[in-house]
Nanobody
Framework: QVHLVESGGGLVQPGGSLRLSCAAS????????MAWYRQAPGKQRESVAI?????GTNYADSVKGRFNISRDNAKAYLQMNSLKPEDTAVYYC?????????????WGQGTQVTVSS
């Protein structure tokens, strides 16, 4: 079992910055992909940024040039700059990890990001 815990969300003014963190813990012996998703009220969950051992990084068009995903072993980070009101959403950490010889996808509980003046 893998547990993902996000932190770093909050209220920020347009144009500001936030850094989200995600820490993976539990019983696992490999993480191949870590990613950030977000879900705004009334909208579907969408992929924001992905970091993969095999494919590197990938970003949604809406955040390219403003967001940066990084990883340090079992932790992932999302540096968000030049934030806009439309970035307001619950941000979820996602990981594909191997536990008991099986690869599974795991989700964190989410952290709220609100961009407003």
């Amino acid at each position: 079992q893998v547990h993902l815990v996000e932190s770093g969300g909050g209220l920020v003014q347009p144009g500001g910055s936030l850094r989200l963190s995600c820490a993976a813990s539990g019983s696992f012996n490999g993480i191949s992909v870590m990613a950030w998703y977000r879900q705004a009220p009334g909208k579907q969950r969408e992929s924001v940024a992905i970091i993969s051992l095999s494919s590197g990084t990938n970003y949604a068009d809406s955040v390219k040039g403003r967001f940066n995903i990084s990883r340090d072993n079992a932790k992932a980070y999302l540096q968000m700059n030049s934030l806009k009101p439309e970035d307001t959403a619950v941000y979820y950490c996602n990981a594909v990890a191997r536990s008991s010889s099986t690869w599974r996808q795991y989700w964190g509980q989410g952290t709220q990001v609100t961009v407003s003046s």
